[in-house]
């Protein structure tokens, strides 16, 4: 402040006093973990696209089979290899079938499937995970040499082995799929709870008496559940694909019933003149295994805590 010569006093000044509400407001809005990891997602645009391609593809799987007057089963021998045209959407396939309404029963299931057996491995390789990095020693020991085990024979012959066993259908599929899909979400989750265990909340829950299962479920596996999610994520699109590959080989659904691997089955028979029927499945196949992924590095970013800003 500059002054003309004149001695600069208190009287010059205004007193303004202490504004109790307004230093004690909050600057931003509190957010939990989860809120922030949801907003820092919606900004990653390419993930949110592949989120909304799931939800699409999830409500056609179940309104689009109503979208048409033909049944995914029904035969017609008079419209046999119809090409697509606006009696049939996406055409007919060699027994004259509408390919839009089994493109669409075929997503049912092959999103069933790989979203249900993506979760079971995820239950069954947390529980077993948690359990082995918990204890370690001697059941550590065991656990993880097992798993090694099974590591060294390839997954696929243990899936096709197992449909060999169970016969065809949709649960022996799932089955057949979660017997040894759980190895990798175990071993995730064993490195996490080593490492959370050490910690002083983990500590602090011993010392007041919290059991061992409470300790890993209430305490471990959430604060893992970030990783879990991703790898959750990530697994649904290796499950769809197992499924079409085993459609497409013959170890799959049951016909009448369809598949997006079954339809992909049938059309590379016909591919030379009618490309259609394997562009169609193929096509959905690819875009839903694309979004996942998308999705999964959207979700391995929005949930990564060194990003939190």
Not at 82 to 93: L, M, N, R
Request: aromatic share 10%; charged share 15%.
């Amino acid at each position: 402040m500059q002054t003309t010569g004149n001695a600069v006093t208190k009287e010059m000044f205004e007193h303004v006093g202490k504004n109790i509400s307004q230093m004690e407001a909050i600057a931003r809005p509190s957010i939990t973990y989860w809120q922030d990891a949801w907003r820092r997602l919606k900004q990653n645009k390419v993930a949110m696209l592949g989120l909304i391609i799931i939800i699409l593809y999830t409500i056609m799987a179940i309104v689009g089979p109503y979208m048409t007057p033909y049944d995914y089963r029904t035969t017609n021998t008079a419209e046999i290899d119809q090409p697509p045209s606006a009696k049939h959407w996406f055409g007919t396939d060699t027994l004259g079938r509408d390919l839009w309404a089994r493109t669409w029963m075929g997503a049912r299931v092959s999103l069933a499937i790989g979203f249900l057996a993506a979760f079971l491995n995820a239950v069954i390789g947390v529980i077993i995970g948690g359990i082995s990095g918990y204890f370690g020693g001697k059941v550590d020991m065991f656990i993880m040499r097992t798993i090694d085990i099974l590591y060294s024979i390839p997954y696929m012959i243990i899936v096709i082995l197992m449909m060999v066993v169970l016969g065809q259908g949709i649960m022996p599929l799932v089955i057949a799929m979660v017997v040894v899909g759980w190895l990798n979400m175990a071993r995730l989750v064993r490195g996490q709870v080593l490492q959370l265990k050490e910690q002083e909340f983990v500590l602090a829950a011993k010392v007041l008496g919290a059991s061992h299962s409470r300790i890993i479920f209430k305490h471990l596996i959430p604060n893992a559940l970030g990783v879990i999610l991703v790898n959750l994520t990530m697994s649904v699109p290796s499950a769809i694909f197992t499924e079409a590959f085993l459609s497409f080989i013959g170890l799959g659904v049951v016909p009448p019933h369809s598949s997006w691997g079954q339809l992909a089955y049938y059309g590379i028979q016909a591919f030379r003149v009618r490309p259609y029927q394997l562009f169609i499945p193929a096509f959905f196949i690819s875009t839903t295994m694309l979004s996942l992924n998308l999705l999964g590095d959207g979700l391995r970013d929005a949930l990564d805590p060194r990003l939190r800003s």
